[in-house]
């Protein structure tokens, strides 16, 4: 039985840990600003995992005083990144699309979720490594799966696999479909193929990348469609929140863990819609996006410390022996993306 920490380890543990995890996550946030870095659009999330995981030994040999600010940085700090990313989404942006691209989305994100799920359980992976590869390329990449590995509680190696997968995909399609666009591999028009890469790519990043390169209005069409994958993360938690705590295959039921931040996200957006709206008469509104700036900036390092813990406290050889599988049912996941989403937009918009 373990012995309770003194309160002056406890607090030792705490403040050693996050030191630990903010040396790392402020060198990563120095490397994402980087030319190479930001014009591959690579995220400091992305940067943050790797070290994080290169340095799990040292973590491994300095658990004993640094665990509760490592595990401070993947719980609670991951939790309040993913209530402060509602920041980046309003309710106007997505009613202005109309109803077709948001049905896109949503069927999106429940067949790629579910296939993706049921294709990997086939192919041998665990249910959590494949549940979590499926959520990141169905909803919003490395984010999503920070938010289900949450709620489901799976272990970490799990989670920098599936952040691994979907980053990989992701910077290929960020490249790949400008190119078949411009050669006239992908005949849709400009908006059109924003709602394809919304729809189909995996982080909000590769996202813009993607967009970017097609025209201003593509841009904005697709980061808007893909804001929507993301709010559809709360519906995709709550579910599969009461799935896991109701599967008899993993030892009957189950308290439901109830994903509680995922309200708080939700909230957050409708903060953000109305923000303007409640506080707009004796705030100025420069004064309102400095502040929404500066909380999307707390998110991001909030996000950043979580990945980088999470890298902290993966097991090598798990993530070794289990990588494989994993990579396949990404790459299954983002064929069935770019050819099911390609013909969804084709005869639907």
């Known amino acids: ?32 600003r980087m030319d190479l870095m930001v014009s591959l659009h690579l995220s400091p999330l992305l ?25 401070f940085s993947a719980k609670k700090l991951l939790r309040l990144g993913i209530i402060l990313y509602g920041f980046n989404v309003t309710l106007n942006e997505i009613t202005s699309l109309g109803a077709a691209p948001v049905v896109i989305a949503f069927v999106v994100v429940a067949v790629i979720f579910t296939l993706g ?11 959590d490594t494949s549940m979590l590869v499926s959520c990141g390329s169905a909803v919003c990449g490395a984010a999503a799966v920070l938010a289900l590995e949450s709620a489901i509680k799976s272990e ?18 960020m490249f790949l479909y400008p190119i078949l666009y411009h050669i006239g591999v992908i005949p849709l028009l400009p908006i059109n193929e924003g709602i394809y890469i919304g729809a189909t790519l995996h982080e ?33 938690l709550l579910v599969v929140s009461y799935v896991v705590s ?33 506080f707009g008469d004796w705030i100025a509104a420069d004064t309102l996006e400095s502040v929404v700036a500066a909380l999307r900036y707390v998110c991001n390092v909030c996000l950043v410390f979580a990945m980088v813990a999470l890298g902290l406290q993966v ?11 994993a990579f396949t049912l990404a790459l299954i996941l983002f064929a069935i993306l770019a050819g099911g989403g390609f013909l969804l937009v084709k005869f639907f918009i």
């Open 315 to 325: 097991d090598l050889n798990k993530f070794i022996s289990s990588g494989g599988k």
């Open 1 to 32: 039985m373990t012995q309770p920490q003194s309160p002056q380890k406890a607090f030792s543990s705490y403040f050693n840990g996050l030191v630990l995890v903010a040396v790392i996550s402020f060198s990563a946030l120095y490397f994402a």
């Open 47 to 71: 940067i943050g995992v790797i070290i994080g995981t290169l340095a799990s030994s040292i973590f491994k040999h300095s658990k004993s005083f640094t665990q509760n600010g490592v595990n």
């Open 156 to 173: 970490p190696y799990k989670g920098v696999i599936a952040v691994g997968t979907v980053v990989i995909f992701g910077i290929i399609a």
């Open 204 to 236: 909000v990043a590769n996202v813009a990348g993607a967009a970017s390169a097609i025209s201003p209005e593509a841009e904005s069409v697709a980061v808007t469609i893909k804001m929507i994958r993301v709010i559809l993360l709360v519906p995709l």
């Open 117 to 127: 799920t049921y294709i990997g359980m086939k192919m041998g992976l665990d249910r």
């Open 246 to 278: 109701h599967d008899s295959h993993m030892g009957g039921r189950k308290r439901l863990q109830v994903p509680w931040f995922a309200f708080g996200f939700l909230a957050v957006v409708l903060f953000h819609s109305y923000m303007s709206r409640i």
